[in-house]
């Protein structure tokens, strides 16, 4: 791709140069380059840097983890001068839809409905703010409910959405947003940006920022023209936001309008995709080249903590944490958390980035300095690509500290590891830095590697599994999420069973969401994507027009935008209509290498259409009507897949297509209505094996909302 030329802010680039040289570090033969930093030179504000959590169900595993892990992750992230110490956290509002990484459910799944209690983000909100009092919180819908707007997001109803959100926020947990956006990468309306400022104002909600408008192509920041002309639009939008600006930059028109409106830019969503230390130092050249090229004042990160099964898109390279084996209480830190430390630990918002202190490293890196309100300040640098080691001299003015500087630096063997300090002399001082490092250097005190001893080992999803719902009282404590289930489309709740005799699980959404990408049908997943030869079975109870499903052999749910899965299912209707089906999902010819699997299905011809399906059976079973309870069960058996309704085989077919995966549960629907059938007594074990007893939580593991919503 050939992008735009790169524009280097006008921070006055007055530079470093150094001969101190750290242990370790090879001399340099380049000339050294200078930096006189002076206090009073002045610097827009830093807006702080951080995460998105959201797009998706993207911590759902997180919430099971068992104490004291769950807490570990958490002061991993959130922690000031700990881990990752970030200073700004976007969160998704739910809405039903899948959007990237499954869904994760509305506070108003009808018009009439309204529940503060369900899901996990309100509990993750007040976790991360617990720990650390002045991060900045964010907020933006992907996905929303069928009903609102009746369909029509640019409306009042979603700013009416948005407000009902905003006062359980408020009024349940007593956290308050600093921003809002208008809605995640959907285009523009201006319309509706000027209803959202009115209804946030009339509803006590004055102090919320609107960011606009979150999107990502090339032609993401035209609407900026638009708001120098039209007063009523320009005080509508306090802050001009897009994504992936490191891909392509803001351009030096946007920037000129943007200082002329006194409007700042932020990043809403930085992609950096990429493996080991390089995704560490990524983020950090991100962050600097983001300010030094577009002028951002903020910048967040897709994505925070993967609390996701690893089949699951995006399930790894992004995150700064894995968290996918709750069962286990195993988690594992990626170098890229001490990429957001190098900023985290040594900044505040609020703090200004400051006018000469902030450019690009002539032996290759770049560079900027923050300053505190006071005299502290920080020097954050990367030298990514560098192909030797740069000495930079320091010239240390008035109105800075004239205290020691604590050095941190990380490269591809280690990471965040503390240097010797460096006291000034004369207000001079000097350094060499290493290629392919980070460092930060910082008049501040307190920083630390955070870790944890005795993390547990990893251990494969339990195996036979027995959930039967009932152990989860009352349900809106758990934000009526059972363990290990992860909802890939539309929402899968603990409920009441029809017939009052315990807890089940249903899908609750009965209209299409408004989803942020295309969904194929409700499914929600759990186990182990290795599990070749078992059966799956479910109790399921069908309303009228209802259909419902077991699923099993499930290794692929999508590739980011769309959730179409691959695997098989047995499905039942409510009027007997009985099919064992095997869904061929959509082949990614460049992932395809190595994979037989999709190699058969190209071979096959099969590699275009999504949700491409192949009925192997099917069966009309005239004692099936609505409102029973029946059992479905597949077994799977090397090549020979079965399908079982209330113990009786119904179906067998031979398909060679999938031979392992995970399990899940499906409702059927059409391009409008979906199905809301009850689930129980889901099991899974080797074929013909005794029942085990019923899960039950690990030590540990706890509720999310108890003792008046405290988070832990």
């Known amino acids: 791709m050939i992008l735009p030329p790169r524009v280097a802010l006008p921070c006055l680039l007055a530079f470093l140069y150094l001969p101190a040289v750290l242990p370790g570090v090879a001399e340099t033969n380049l000339a050294p380059q200078t930096l006189n930093l002076n206090g009073h030179a002045g610097g827009v504000r830093f807006d702080g840097i951080g995460v998105v959590n959201g797009g998706g169900a993207t911590s759902v595993l997180l919430k099971d983890y068992p104490e004291p892990q769950r807490s570990q992750i958490l002061d ?271 900044t505040k918002v609020g703090w200004q980035y400051l006018n000469g202190g902030c450019g690009e490293l002539q032996g290759g890196g770049t560079f900027v300095t923050l300053k505190s309100p006071g005299d502290d300040y920080t020097v954050i640098l990367e030298t990514k690509g560098a192909t030797t080691a740069q000495s930079l001299r320091f010239q240390i003015g008035d109105g800075l500290s004239e205290r020691e500087l604590c050095v941190w630096r990380s490269n591809a063997k280690e990471q965040f590891i503390q240097q010797a300090g460096i006291k000034p002399v004369k207000g001079a001082f000097t350094l060499t830095l290493e290629a392919d490092s980070i460092y930060s250097l910082s008049t501040t005190t307190g920083q630390q590697k955070g870790s944890f001893d005795n993390i547990p080992a990893p251990k494969p999803f339990p195996f036979p599994y027995y959930e039967t719902f009932d152990e989860y009282s009352p349900p809106k404590a758990y934000g009526y999420l059972p363990r290990y289930t992860a909802d890939i489309a539309d929402v899968f709740e603990i409920a009441d069973r029809p017939d009052k005799n315990g807890s089940c699980l249903r899908q609750v959404v009965s209209v299409r969401p408004n989803s942020w990408a295309p969904e194929y049908l409700p499914y929600t997943i759990l186990g182990d994507d290795q599990w070749q030869n078992y059966e799956v079975s479910a109790d399921v109870y069908l309303n009228s027009g209802d259909s419902a499903s077991v699923m099993g052999r499930v290794n692929n749910v999508g590739y980011g935008y769309g959730s179409i899965p691959k695997g098989y299912y047995l499905q039942l209707a409510d009027h007997g209509r009985c099919e064992l089906v095997v869904i061929r999902g959509k082949v990614d010819k460049k992932k395809s290498v190595g994979d037989p699997e999709q190699q058969a299905l190209i071979k096959a011809g099969k590699d275009d259409g999504e949700g491409g399906i192949k009925v192997l059976g099917t069966i009309q079973l005239p004692a099936i009507s609505p409102n029973q309870w029946h059992n479905l069960k597949l077994r799977f058996a090397d090549a020979t897949i079965t399908g079982f309704v209330d113990d009786k085989m119904m179906l067998n077919a031979t398909n060679t297509l999938y031979s392992h995966g995970l399990v899940g549960l499906m409702a059927g629907g059409d391009k409008q209505k979906l199905s809301t059938p009850y689930f129980d007594n889901v099991l899974i074990k080797a074929i013909n094996a005794p029942t085990p007893a019923p899960a039950i939580p690990l030590p540990g593991q706890s509720a999310l909302y108890t003792a008046g919503k405290q988070a832990p």
């Open 76 to 346: 991993l992230v959130y922690k000031p001068k700990f881990g990752a110490s970030v200073s700004a956290l976007l969160v998704e509002i739910p809405g039903d839809g899948n959007a990237t990484q499954g869904s994760m459910p509305s506070h108003m799944h009808t018009r009439d409905d309204l529940d503060y209690s369900r899901g996990y983000t309100w509990w993750l909100l007040q976790a991360a703010k617990q720990r650390n009092p002045d991060l900045t919180l964010d907020g933006a819908a992907w996905s929303v409910p069928g009903w609102v707007g009746n369909g029509e997001f640019w409306s009042q109803g979603a700013a009416d959405y948005y407000v009902k959100w905003l006062q359980g926020l408020r009024q349940v947990y007593g956290m308050e947003f600093d921003a809002l956006g208008c809605r995640n990468e959907k285009g523009v309306s201006f319309d509706f940006a000027e209803k959202l400022r009115a209804t946030l104002d009339a509803n006590g909600f004055e102090k919320v920022k609107i960011h606009a408008f979150d999107n990502w192509p090339s032609n993401k920041f035209d609407f900026v023209k638009d708001m120098a002309v039209d007063e009523k639009l320009r005080a509508a939008i306090d802050i001009l936001s897009a994504h992936t600006l490191a891909e392509i930059p803001a351009s030096v028109e946007v920037r000129a309008l943007a200082a002329q409106m006194h409007k700042p830019i932020w990043n809403t969503e930085e992609h950096v995709y990429l493996p080991g230390f390089d995704c560490a130092i990524g983020i950090v050249k991100a962050f600097n080249e983001n300010f030094l090229h577009s002028g951002v004042t903020k910048i967040v990160n897709w994505y925070d903590i993967a609390g996701v099964y690893p089949l699951e898109p995006y399930s790894e390279d992004p995150a700064m944490l894995l968290a996918r084996s709750p069962w286990s209480g195993h988690y594992e830190v990626r170098a890229a958390l001490w990429g957001y430390a190098h900023y985290g630990q040594f």
